[in-house]
């Protein structure tokens, strides 16, 4: 069985950092392109930054030079490191693993910037 758990969320004032996880089980997770999407309050959910099973990264313009995606296939971990936080960052930020013809998502965390 496949689970995808994130953490890491929280409240953080603007211009602060937050780093998010996501921990992978029951999967070959090297072969997994993996992203984070985020989903705010009356919005679509978007594709916030992906990182392909060779570590080519891709990021949605509003966070360029901000966020920073990884992955660590020893431990079946993916990151999202994000810095200089803006309030326009606020969402449930999902993590997403997609092999072939298989997706699964994570339950979501909550990120919320303000002062």
């Known amino acids: 069985q496949v689970q995808l758990v994130e953490f890491g969320g929280g409240l953080v004032q603007p211009g602060g950092s937050l780093r998010l996880s996501c921990a992978a089980s029951g999967l070959i997770f090297s072969r997994y392109n993996m992203g984070w999407y985020r989903q705010a309050p009356g919005k679509q959910r978007e594709l916030v930054a992906s990182i392909t099973f060779d570590n080519n990264t891709n990021y949605i313009d509003s966070v360029k030079g901000r966020f920073t995606i990884s992955r660590d296939n020893a431990n079946n971990m993916v990151y999202l490191q994000m810095n200089s936080l803006k309030p326009e960052d606020t969402a449930d930020y999902y993590c997403?693993?997609?092999?072939?013809?298989?997706?699964?998502w994570g339950q979501g965390t909550q990120v919320t910037v303000s002062s």
């Open positions: 997403k693993a997609v092999w072939q013809y298989a997706a699964y």
